[in-house]
């Protein structure tokens, strides 16, 4: 056993909780730890490594880049940028796109544009909303977005000006929606908050509320985009087009990128200079995206689709043994398994201690994003530990 963890703690800002692993090669969806020992991966590192780890495809895109230029500068063109908008509109929306490096620099890019869009049409137009439960990112804007106290603490005062709607309840949406809204960023799917999707009614709500009043609307994506959900994008669950996506996660299959796409309507409201990254956009980002949504074909978002409804069917029969497991939700390959009276931490140690690493979500969820390379024999081995452990 490693018993260096505690002369690594030595030398690192204790912001992490860590299970007691290094993991330090892995490949599709499996992980192997300093001593040598196998894991099968349902994180996925938190839902970023959508297509497998070290995907022989990506890797040699990133790799030939790194060979011609890795850096410039967004002062130059950069033509891959082009490529990789175009490939988020064929996905997602006929837009325009900026590219930085995380999600949470994604929702500050569209904070900021949600502001200066709302007050170039009258001055009190710079309120914005956001629901409870939701996960948006750690710096101070996004905190006060998350609708979630414990990110919160201690970093008082936060953003003015953003307001937190009830979860799916259309009375409170309709409460808190006026004119000053500039814009509501919501998730198609809540990740962190325990994977709970929004209902069709207040999807409905949100953009009935959204015309009336002129104001945007933002779905986050960072986590429910790249096909996370089996469709490319969460949103495309519902009847409505957003007017903004935020972007992060999955794009770069593990090397950072993030991107916000807007509506050409947005888009052209937005002049020079009004934002920027010095890393955001750069040619080995570009090359990573770009190989990643070519990836990402009809076949593959099939696939997750599939093997998504394999885990279902195995933990609902499992459930009928253990009913500490209270409820089952999935979208694709972002699953959320409530248990009731069971500390979901300790849960996840045991299944670590059995090979198979998962995540959890909100309280008292356990959270399964594999990457989509997982097939059913590994699912049988987590349905296996789960009986076990449970
Ligand atoms: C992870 C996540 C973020 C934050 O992304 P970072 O890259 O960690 O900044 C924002 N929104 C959602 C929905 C996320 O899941």
Not at 103 to 120: F, H, L, M, Q, W
């Amino acid at each position: 056993m490693n018993n260096q963890f505690a002369q690594w703690d030595e030398k690192l800002i204790p912001f992490y909780k860590r299970f007691p692993v290094a993991i330090v090669e892995a490949k599709d969806h499996t992980l192997t730890d300093i001593d040598g020992k196998k894991y099968i991966d349902f994180t996925a590192g938190i839902s970023v490594v959508n297509i497998g780890h070290c995907n022989k495809t990506v890797n040699d895109a990133i790799k030939a880049q790194l060979n011609t230029i890795s850096h410039i500068s967004n002062i130059y063109y950069i033509p891959q940028q082009a490529e990789l908008s175009e490939l988020i509109s064929q996905k997602a929306f006929d837009g325009k796109s900026f590219f930085c490096n995380s999600g949470g620099e994604a929702n500050e890019a569209a904070v900021k544009i949600s502001r200066y869009i709302g007050n170039k049409i009258n001055s009190t137009k710079n309120k914005l909303l956001s629901l409870n439960g939701s996960f948006h990112g750690r710096t101070i804007a996004t905190i006060t977005l998350t609708g979630q106290d414990k990110y919160k603490h201690g970093f008082e005062p936060l953003m003015p000006r953003i307001d937190i709607v009830e979860y799916n309840n259309i009375a409170s949406l309709e409460s808190k929606f006026d004119d000053d809204v500039a814009a509501i960023f919501v998730e198609a799917v809540q990740a962190e908050g325990g994977i709970r999707p929004l209902s069709e009614e207040f999807v409905a709500a949100i953009k009935k509320l959204a015309k009336k009043h002129n104001s945007l609307v933002v779905i986050d994506e960072v986590q429910t985009g790249i096909g996370r959900t089996g469709k490319n994008f969460g949103y495309q669950y519902y009847d409505i087009q957003p007017d903004i996506i935020t972007l992060a996660k999955g794009l770069g299959n593990g090397f950072p990128v993030g991107a916000i796409h807007v509506k050409p309507s947005v888009a052209e409201q937005l002049p020079a200079r009004l934002h920027a990254s010095t890393f955001g956009g750069n040619y080995v980002a570009m090359a990573a995206g770009i190989a990643v949504l070519n990836l990402l074909d009809d076949k593959l978002l099939a696939y997750v689709n599939k093997i998504s409804a394999y885990i279902v069917e195995k933990l609902t029969d499992l459930q009928k043994s253990k009913p500490v497991i209270s409820e089952i939700r999935a979208r694709g390959l972002l699953i959320g398994v409530d248990l009731d009276g069971v500390n979901v931490g300790d849960v996840l140690l045991a299944l670590l201690e059995r090979g198979i690493a998962a995540l959890s979500a909100g309280t008292n969820t356990l959270r399964l994003v594999p990457p989509f390379t997982i097939g059913e024999a590994e699912v049988d081995k987590l349905i296996e530990g789960l009986a076990e452990v449970l």
